[in-house]
């Protein structure tokens, strides 16, 4: 079993290109995020899945965009990527949706954008 | 605001010693907290949670003492281990917000030298 798979494992971006992140889960959990992960200031909620169809937005939306077209693959998307935008993203996923629902993170997506 | 913090940013410790990662919570309202170690370049990885109707859980190594009193909780690790060295995050997950919203403190630092 593998968890949670993200790709690509690192990448180099140029401002104003678009790149989606990928991230795939095999234990069936229904519900997904993405974070980023900025020095000094933790983990931060971008976007949420409680479900497969549905999404939802997190702390610091704005840039990005994500779907959920099945249970399993849950890709964020940056429209157009800014150099704020620099920072290490993680997928992570839960059983359900629940506050008391414990996540388990991929091994993350180190974004750089010049 | 509300948040989740750590009193110490770095811990270090003696192989073999025992380590004490402290975390304070603000928010009464939290009623399930998760500590994660992430070690360098990788994802987060559970460590063990503990419910707010619970004072004291045990893992493997490790116990996670909750106070609500004085909202603190923290990971005690026994006979740590270079293994341990990695960064510990506490998490909340408050009762009433977004669903499955987990908040995090930004981490302390822990270096096991022999």
């Known amino acids: 079993i593998a968890g949670i798979t993200q790709a690509p494992t690192s990448q180099i971006l140029a401002a104003g290109r678009r790149m989606t992140l990928r991230c795939t889960q095999d234990?069936?959990?229904?519900?997904m995020y993405w974070y980023r992960q900025d020095l000094g200031l933790g983990l931060r909620l971008i976007h949420y899945s409680n479900t497969a169809g549905t999404t939802g937005k997190g702390e610091v939306p704005d840039g990005y965009s994500v779907s959920r077209a099945n249970t399993d693959d849950f890709p964020l998307t940056l429209a157009s990527a800014v150099p704020s935008q620099t920072s290490v993203y993680f997928c992570?996923?839960?059983?359900?949706?629940?506050?008391?629902?414990?996540?388990?993170f991929g091994p993350g997506t180190r974004l750089t954008v010049l | 605001g509300e948040s989740v913090g750590l009193h110490l940013p770095t811990l270090s410790v003696q192989e073999g010693d025992n380590s004490i990662i402290n975390c304070a919570y603000s928010?009464?309202?939290?009623?399930?907290f998760i500590w994660y170690k992430q070690e360098s370049g990788k994802g987060p990885q559970f460590i063990i949670d503990?419910?707010?109707?619970?004072d004291k859980r045990q893992g493997q190594r490790v116990t996670v003492l909750l106070n609500k009193t004085v909202k603190h909780l923290s990971l005690q690790i026994a006979a740590t281990q270079p293994g341990d060295s990695a960064v510990y995050f506490c998490a909340e997950n408050r009762k009433g917000s977004t669903l499955g919203r987990l908040y995090f403190g930004r981490g302390t630092q822990l270096t096991v030298w022999p």
């Open positions: 928010n009464s309202a939290s009623d399930y």
């Open positions: 503990i419910r707010s109707n619970m």
């Open positions: 234990m069936r959990h229904n519900a």
């Open positions: 992570a996923s839960s059983d359900g949706g629940g506050a008391s629902d414990t996540q388990y």
